[in-house]
């Protein structure tokens, strides 16, 4: 399963809303990117904590998807916390979601969230656990 495929699922799932692409997947990471629009700005042009709080969230969404090895939409956050580190300002916002733990329900990931080609200087980071639908 590949990028392709996640993006293919979500538009259908969530058709007209924009957001976030996943640009590589695999069985313990994902990278999301997401244009910014000035709707994510906040005074001083600071891309806004929820947007980088939603990207956090699709990079752990996706990031699920490579651990089982398939798009399951109802795959649902269970907790999700995050740091900001400093203020968020670029054309194009990224995250990268690594897997610290697998059980039968729970995912757990840590992400870094950063603008433009800058990943050594993200402005936040996160840590939460996606939970599978029971069977």
């Known amino acids: 399963m ?4 996640i993006n293919s ?21 994902a990278v999301v990117q997401l244009d910014v629009v000035p709707s994510m700005a906040r005074p001083g042009r600071a891309v806004s904590g929820p947007s980088q709080f939603s990207i956090a969230d699709a990079a752990l969404w996706f990031l699920t998807f490579g651990v089982i090895g398939r798009v399951e939409l109802m795959a649902v956050t269970s907790h999700l916390d995050i740091s900001f580190l400093r203020p968020a300002a670029g054309e194009t916002l990224s995250a990268r979601a690594e897997l610290l733990s697998a059980g039968s329900r729970n995912i757990v990931g840590s992400v870094k969230v950063w603008c433009d080609d800058r990943e050594d200087a ?10 599978l639908p029971r069977t």
């Open 2 to 5: 590949g990028p392709e495929e």
């Open 9 to 29: 699922a979500v538009r259908e799932a969530f058709a007209g809303a924009p957001g976030a692409l996943c640009t590589a997947v695999g069985r313990d990471f």
């Open 122 to 131: 993200p402005c936040s980071v996160a840590k939460g656990t996606y939970v």
